[in-house]
Every structure is written in structure tokens, then in C-alpha cells.
């Protein structure tokens, strides 16, 4: 098991509170672009931006042996691929179905890592990410298991959750590469990621549209913070803490979203949030238990 630093705690809590305020930015940005030339623009941004920021670390990348595959492996499973089935799969399903597949990433990660990361899967920690799954489900409410009544439902929902699963395969992996450039690896799947999402904005919306100066910011803010930097802490975290660890900002992400649109957007509180959040709180407790023994220092 990987000692999990402070620090880490410090990324992963970075990491929940920027992504769940990101659907805010999103909504604003929105207004001015369609929703594959966004993708596909705050990814190139952040891709590009982190690669002048390798650049000056000399491009170097491997420390050791080199695994190309497998970093083209993971571009494509952490951004094409999964961005690809949810925007199918919301044609079909709530949001909030696709909401709670992302917070089953967990669930798929602790098998994963059991078998390929040497994280033993323990019942304490599946109990400990079960109570988180069902503080997320609670948290989004019931409204996620509802039918829309298509035909293609099924197959919706079953994209929703392959793209969960193409999540944790990607985190798996990186977690498997040898010593490697934090900031290279995470440059070059931002970059992976735009040669697979730019064709298909292309082919989806036809070509890019006429930008506002306030949708070049929001566009901008959304390449810079939670794609260019939330990447690259992901990586760490990932390389430093683990997959299973870094799995615990699936529960984060729509704690947070909740709590930022009541804050700012004014949006009604839930009934449940009191209980969801204290179930997401004893599943990231019960599942982390030796790390937090270890963090405040107890026997």
C-alpha cells in the first residue's frame, strides 16, 4: 500500500471542489459555444499549454523504459473514448443516471487495483466505498433511476457506466507506468484526447463557431484550472497515492457541485444532503482508515 502523504488529501479535496464547481463554467460557456467544440477547445488549450510547460523541462519523459502503448492506451480511455459515450448516452438517460455511474468508478477501481496496482481489496474498504456510493445516489436523488421512456435507454445507461469503467482502466494504468514526467504524461493525454474529440466536434457540429470575448475567457478558465491543472494533480495523485485514493474525488465532485450551485446559483439544497453527506463521509473514512490513522498521527 502507498503511504498517502498529506499533500495528497491536500490535491484530492483541490481536485472535488474544482470539478464540481466546473459544471458552473461549463453552463456560462454554453451560452456562447456548442458543447463538442467546448470539449474539444478547453482540451486542446490545456494539451497545449501543458506541453510549453514540458518543453522547458526538455520533453523528456520516460526516466527509464518507455511504454508508448500504454500512454496512448490511457489518452484515449481518460478523454476520447469516455467523453464519446456519455455525450451519446445523455441522449437517452437522466444526468442524474450519469452522475451516479461516475461515482461507480470507486467500485471499479478497487478490483482493478486488488489485481494490477498491489491494493488489496479488504472488506473494510469495499464496505467504506459502498457507504460512499450510496451517500452520491442519495445526494442526486431518485430522480437518476427514472426511465425517459427511449428505446435506447438501455444501451444509454450502459454507455454511461462503459464510460466509467474506461475512467478506471485509465487509472489502473497510469498507476502501472514506469518512472515518468508528471507533466509530459499529462501533456500528451490532453493531447491524445484532442486528436480524437476535435474530429468528432467537427463531424457532430460541422466547424467551429465564432467565439465572444467572454466565451474565450470562460473557455480559457476552463483549459487552464480544472483541465490543464486538474489533470496534472491527477496524475500525481494517482503516481503518489494510488488509483483507489484517487477514485475518493468521485464522491467529492458532486458534493461539492451541490454545494457551490446553492451557494452561488442560489439552487435549493436537497432534503438528503445532511445524511448523504454524512455517508459520503464515513465511506471515505472507512475506506481510508489506516491512511487517516497514519495522517492525524494515531496508533
Known sequence: MPEIHPRYWVMVGALGLTWGGTFLVVELALQGITPFWLAAGRIGFAGLLLTAVWATRGFRLFSGPSNWPVVILVGFLSSTLPFMLISWGLQYVTSGFAGVSMSAIPLMVLPLAHFFAAEPLTIRR????????FGVAMLIGGQALESTGTSMESAGRLACLAAAACYAFSSISVRRLPEVDPVGLAAIL???????IFPVAWVVEGAPPALSTETWIWLAILGLIPTAGANLLRVLVIRGAGPTFMSLTNYLVPLFAVLLGALILKEPLPSTLLVALALILAGVALSQYGALKRLFGLS
Open 126 to 133: 469495499f464496505i467504506g466505498v459502498v457507504i460512499g456510493f
Open 190 to 196: 490532453l493531447l491524445i484526447g484532442s486528436l480524437g
